[in-house]
């Protein structure tokens, strides 16, 4: 039985020494880094995004409105010509795509 419970414990203190190894690289990944010299200066840097922001919209794509198209029809006119159309059979009814 003390056997046992030492080989249990010796397998506890394995176990936790090498879990403590696993993880005893830096948490940054550091290791992994090139490093560059740039060519451009800070003020450089610092005036194009100065002109990025400047130049830039808050705007959401395609969120404007399109300006409503102006027509010289009456829509009354509109509609009994519509009816006009119905009735003869130049135009479908409803869901159909075509006149069957």
Same mark, same amino acid.
């Given at each position: *039985?003390? !056997?046992? $419970?030492?080989? #249990? +414990? !010796?397998?506890?203190?394995? !176990?936790?020494?090498?879990?403590? *190894?696993?993880? +005893?690289?830096?948490?940054? +990944?550091? /290791?992994?880094? #090139?490093?560059? /010299?740039?060519?451009?200066?800070?003020?450089?840097? *610092?005036?194009?995004?100065?002109? &990025?922001?400047?130049?830039? =919209?808050?705007?959401?794509?395609?969120?404007?409105?399109?300006?409503?198209?102006?027509? =010289? &029809?009456?829509? $009354? &006119?509109?509609?009994?010509?519509?009816?006009?159309? &119905?009735?003869? %059979?130049? #135009? =479908?009814?409803?869901?159909?795509? %075509?006149?069957?």
């Amino acid at each position: *039985m003390n !056997a046992t $419970k030492s080989l #249990i +414990a !010796a397998t506890a203190v394995f !176990a936790a020494v090498a879990s403590g *190894m696993a993880r +005893a690289d830096e948490a940054d +990944a550091s /290791q992994y880094v #090139i490093q560059f /010299q740039g060519t451009r200066t800070r003020a450089e840097v *610092m005036a194009e995004a100065n002109r &990025v922001a400047a130049t830039r =919209s808050t705007e959401p794509a395609g969120s404007r409105v399109a300006a409503p198209v102006q027509s =010289s &029809v009456d829509g $009354k &006119v509109l509609r009994s010509q519509a009816a006009d159309a &119905v009735r003869t %059979g130049q #135009i =479908s009814r409803g869901e159909g795509v %075509g006149n069957f």
